[in-house]
Nanobody
Framework: QVQLVESGGGLVQAGGSLRLSCAAS????????MGWFRQAPGKEREFVAA????????YYADSVKGRFTISRDNAKNTVYLQMNALRPEDTAVYYC????????????????WGQGTQVTVSS
């Protein structure tokens, strides 16, 4: 089993940057592909980015491509989401999740979820 804890959210002005972290428990972190999702009020949870087991492959939603970067450090059991050029429409609760498959962009394909961290982008 994997437990995930996100951090790094906050309030930022449009055009600014934030880096989210997701710390995982357990010695099997490297066995999972990791993803980031987000959910805005009144909307469904949507895929943002994913990274493969060793970090050699990444995949992004079109809405964040070129602005967000996902990375992982298996020695630290941590996955990151660097968010640049933030926009008000990026405002959401951001969740990290672990999947045994690659590449999965749907919520049903992920086995473990964190509790989420709020990101608010002001205009």
């Amino acid at each position: 089993q994997v437990q995930l804890v996100e951090s790094g959210g906050g309030l930022v002005q449009a055009g600014g940057s934030l880096r989210l972290s997701c710390a995982a428990s357990g010695r099997t972190f490297g066995s999972y592909a990791m993803g980031w999702f987000r959910q805005a009020p009144g909307k469904e949870r949507e895929f943002v980015a994913a990274i493969s087991w060793k970090g050699g492959s990444t995949y992004y939603a079109d809405s964040v491509k070129g602005r967000f970067t996902i990375s992982r450090d298996n020695a630290k059991n941590t996955v990151y989401l660097q968010m640049n050029a933030l926009r008000p429409e990026d405002t959401a609760v951001y969740y990290c999740a672990a999947s045994g498959e690659w590449v999965v962009t749907t919520t049903t394909g992920y086995d473990y979820w964190g509790q989420g961290t709020q990101v608010t982008v002001s205009s």
